[in-house]
T-cell receptor, first 116, second 110 residues
Framework: KAGVTQTPRYLIKTRGQQVTLSCSPI?????VSWYQQTPGQGLQFLFE???????NKGNFPGRFSGRQFSNSRSEMNVSTLELGDSALYLC???????????????FGQGTRLTVV | AQRVTQPEKLLSVFKGAPVELKCNYS??????LFWYVQYSRQRLQLLLR??SRESIKGFTADLNKGETSFHLKKPFAQEEDSAMYYC????????????FGTGTRLTVIP
């Protein structure tokens, strides 16, 4: 079974630009969540998508948005990039069928975003 | 709001010694608690969850609702246990939204 795949692995963007990151979940998984990891703040939950709908949201500004397609693939977009957006962005997929034992998140290797 | 606290950033123990990684949480509802681990050059992965009440790789964790703690324990540390450990909380059963602590880097000294 293929794992969670994130593309690209590395990105360098200029302040003020926008960026789109992609995540392909494990086949059959309907939930995709996004996390930001920085040395200062650690791992922070951005949002979760389930069946193409945002189901949960963390405490990030509206510049951070996402979407999920009918095949469960997800994209995350950050507009008007700031230097502080430099981070490792992790995607995690889960069956999340509502049962407690479905709550195992399988993580991708992440996209390293550097804003200059 | 929810919060997960891991008071130790770094923890070093000798091989064969007991290990305890501390985790405290605050949340007004009934959370699910997890331990995730990241070995060197590997992805973040689930180690164990409180609802399963299982032992994985010799590790156990008991949810103490009175003390709002979910400490991770192992009686005899092994070198391969060296890794970054994260305690995490989910607000919903079966949902994929995790709130993480800042992590503890465990080093097992041979």
């Amino acid at each position: 079974k293929a794992g969670v795949t994130q593309t690209p692995r590395y990105l360098i963007k200029t302040r003020g630009q926008q960026v789109t990151l992609s995540c392909s979940p494990i086949s059959g998984h309907r939930s995709v969540s996004w996390y930001q990891q920085t040395p200062g703040q650690g791992l922070q939950f951005l949002f979760e998508y389930f069946s193409e709908t945002q189901r949960n949201k963390g405490n990030f500004p509206g510049r951070f948005s996402g979407r999920q397609f009918s095949n469960s693939r997800s994209e995350m977009n950050v507009s008007t990039l700031e230097l502080g957006d430099s981070a490792l962005y992790l995607c995690a997929s889960s069956p999340s069928g509502g049962r407690a034992l479905d709550t195992e998140a399988f993580f991708g290797q992440g996209t390293r975003l550097t804003v200059v | 709001a929810q919060r997960v606290t891991q008071p130790e950033k770094l923890l070093s123990v000798f091989k064969g010694a007991p290990v305890e990684l501390k985790c405290n949480y605050s949340y007004s509802g009934s959370p699910e608690l997890f331990w995730y681990v990241q070995y060197s050059r590997q992805r973040l992965q689930l180690l164990l969850r409180h609802i399963s009440r299982e032992s994985i790789k010799g590790f156990t964790a008991d949810l103490n609702k009175g003390e709002t703690s979910f400490h991770l324990k192992k009686p005899f540390a092994q070198e391969e246990d060296s890794a970054m450990y994260y305690c995490a909380l989910s607000r919903q059963t079966g949902a994929n939204n995790l709130f993480f602590g800042t992590g503890t880097r465990l080093t097992v000294i041979p």
